[in-house]
């Protein structure tokens, strides 16, 4: 390689020195990509190991009966910092994420690194919805765990290094989606709707009928949203937001309750990132354009059973609604993820449809999974980067 820059260099024909002024910067790019995979193959192997480490750790107190779950959580922790170490010492790390399952007797740890690089890594604009499930099915242990997987897929995208480049917003939905502050403003309403009396609007949407239908044209005229329901969850909605404590305070506020009009929550879901929309929305959370340069827009849908509510009968029925605006959704080029908890089979054929592409689609049958399920999705955003 140095042989032939200095040939390059001291060769005065014209042709060979536009050859070299073309290739050189691919050349440095080409190096340097080289030794960033090297740095990224032993930073994985150290982080491994430390994890590993911490979950031998982990499984040893599991089984001292004096352990509670905050000592066993508090080993593993200790023993994969202090086994991180020996790794890059300029290398990004989390701290890892430990859950304690004494019915099955096991304990997983999950952790996360990111080591610096010599291209200038950056991370892409990120628009990023959640669709969560908040109908009754989805009461107690399954809301607790729905709420750590999403506040922890959160926590690993919106860094301090993030800014305002990362910004996650979710819609719940159970019988149908309570539109909350916005839904007025969407349905063409000048009143609000404070029908229980807690000082916060309520309102309940149903499906978009007309030339909008399953579409994201902007609300206006012969365009606005449907409103049939008269049933929807106490909780609302989020816009978009880089503001972490104000959304781990919003996901906080879920409560379970209704049937599960999941065409509705995917509607909502894309709302959130339209950029037609971004009259509804406050001014920090307007959606970027489709055609932004180093953009990307995607869904995480989420349901743990059949979507079986729907208002307006001729446009089908909830799970063709919900296919309908997956599609055109990716037509738009929104990547969509889906994640199954311990939903039934038609549910799951549902939510494959949906992503386009199996391999966005995840099947949860517990706690630990669904939470797996999002730190995995979290983890292939965070690596949507650019060359600058």
């Known amino acids: 390689m140095e042989r032939l820059f200095t040939r390059l260099v001291k060769d005065t024909h014209g042709n060979v020195a536009m050859i070299f002024a073309l290739i050189f910067v691919p050349l440095l790019l080409v190096g340097a990509f080289a030794i960033d995979s090297s740095r ?39 023993s994969y910092r202090a086994n991180l170490l020996g790794t890059h010492g300029d290398v990004n790390c989390q701290d890892a994420i430990v859950n304690v399952n004494r019915t099955t007797g096991t304990v997983t740890v999950r952790a996360a690194c990111k080591p610096p690089t010599m291209i200038g890594e950056h991370m892409t604009k990120l628009d990023l919805a959640l669709m969560l499930d908040v109908s009754g099915s989805m009461g107690g242990s399954k809301l607790t765990d729905l709420k750590d997987a999403a506040k922890n897929a959160a926590a690993a995208l919106i860094t301090p290094d993030s800014g305002d480049r990362v910004r996650i917003s979710f819609v719940s939905y159970a019988t149908s989606v309570n539109a909350g502050a916005y839904g007025n403003a969407a349905l063409g309403n000048d009143d609000d709707d404070d029908s229980d009396g807690d000082g916060l609007d309520k309102v309940c949407v149903s499906e978009r009928t007309g030339t909008a239908a399953w ?43 209704g049937r599960t009009a999941g065409h509705l929550g995917v509607a909502w879901s894309w709302y959130l990132i339209a950029p037609d929309w971004d009259d509804i929305w406050p001014t920090a959370s307007k959606p970027l354009s489709y055609t932004a340069p180093d953009t990307v827009k995607a869904v995480i849908l989420m349901t743990d059973g059949i979507f079986n509510e729907e208002y307006v009968s001729a446009m089908g029925d909830s799970d063709d609604q919900a296919e309908k605006m997956c599609e055109k959704m990716r037509d738009k080029n929104v990547i969509v993820y889906a994640v199954a908890f311990q939903a039934p089979n038609s549910a799951k054929t549902t939510l494959k449809n949906c992503t386009g592409d199996d391999n966005r689609f995840f099947d949860a049958s517990d706690g630990a999974e669904l939470q797996a399920a999002y730190a995995a999705i979290a983890s292939q955003l965070s690596a949507l980067a650019l060359v600058s």
Do not use: M
């Not at 979950?55 to 107190?61: G, I, K, M, P, V």
């Open 40 to 78: 990224h193959l032993s930073s994985n192997k150290h982080v491994q190991a430390a994890v590993d480490a911490a979950s031998l750790a982990a499984a040893r107190a599991l089984e001292d009966a004096t352990k509670s779950d905050a000592d066993i959580i508090t080993i593993a922790q200790a």
């Open 215 to 257: 579409q994201d044209d902007k609300p206006e005229l012969g365009k606005w949203g449907g409103d049939d329901a008269t049933s929807c969850p106490t909780s609302s909605l989020l816009p978009l937001t880089y503001d972490l404590t104000a959304f781990n305070t919003a996901i906080d506020s879920l409560t379970a309750g």
